[in-house]
């Protein structure tokens, strides 16, 4: 019986993840702010300021055993000309999918569904001499991907940045 179990345990197919990627980096700053790295989809094309839907395969439903994918808005925090995507993530106490998503360590696999959307890019953005990001907390994301693209600077003679966190270790 005790072998039977092993075997089935052993030969059981990993889940596959719909829209996987790679995770390939993870830094954990504080106990509820940490930033993480993933593989960018060859065919993935964003504008800087853009977020995308990423997250994680829910637990098993108690009654069908099925999973479904529990998926969460992230803003992309690097510019659109980087090889890889990087993301800023809160850790909420209870939350579906953070409580998860803090676990995640290189290698691991996330989904982030390639369907980039948002309005905090240049395109919309009036044309002006200066432009002013107050964010706080994970909110700097859509901004550092903006202060990284070159677009910025040739729009817009000065680039202020305003931003305040919980503690400063998250700075
Ligand atoms: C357009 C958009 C972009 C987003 N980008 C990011 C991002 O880059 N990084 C990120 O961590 N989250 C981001 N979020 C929030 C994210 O979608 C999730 O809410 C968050 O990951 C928590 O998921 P959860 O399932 O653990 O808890 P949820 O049930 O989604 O949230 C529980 C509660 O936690 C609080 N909360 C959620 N997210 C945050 C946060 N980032 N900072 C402070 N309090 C929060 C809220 O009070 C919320 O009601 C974004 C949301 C939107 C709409």
Redesign the pocket.
């Known amino acids: 019986m005790t072998e039977q179990s092993t075997v089935t345990l052993t030969t059981a197919t990993p889940v596959t993840l719909p829209d996987a990627q790679t995770v390939t980096e993870v830094e954990h700053y504080t106990d509820s702010l940490f930033r993480f790295r993933v593989t960018r989809p060859a065919s993935l094309r964003f504008r800087s300021g853009e977020?995308v839907m990423i997250g994680l395969m829910s637990d098993p439903d108690p009654v069908t055993g099925k999973q479904k994918p529990?998926l969460?808005?992230?803003?992309i925090?690097s510019p659109a000309w980087d090889d890889t995507l990087q993301?800023?993530?809160?850790k909420?106490k209870d939350?579906?999918?953070?409580?998860k998503l803090q676990h995640i360590k290189p290698g691991d696999q996330v989904i982030l569904r390639p369907k980039p959307v948002?309005t905090l890019v240049h395109d919309a953005l009036t044309p002006a001499k200066r432009i002013w990001f107050f964010s706080t907390?994970?909110g700097i994301?859509p901004f550092a991907s903006l202060l990284r693209e070159p677009e910025t600077y040739e729009r817009f003679e000065q680039v202020i940045l305003t931003h305040s966190c919980r503690d400063l270790a998250e700075l």
Request: aromatic share 20%.
């Open positions: 977020f529990l969460r808005a992230y803003s925090a993301f800023y993530s809160i909420v939350g579906p999918l953070t409580s948002g907390g994970t994301a």
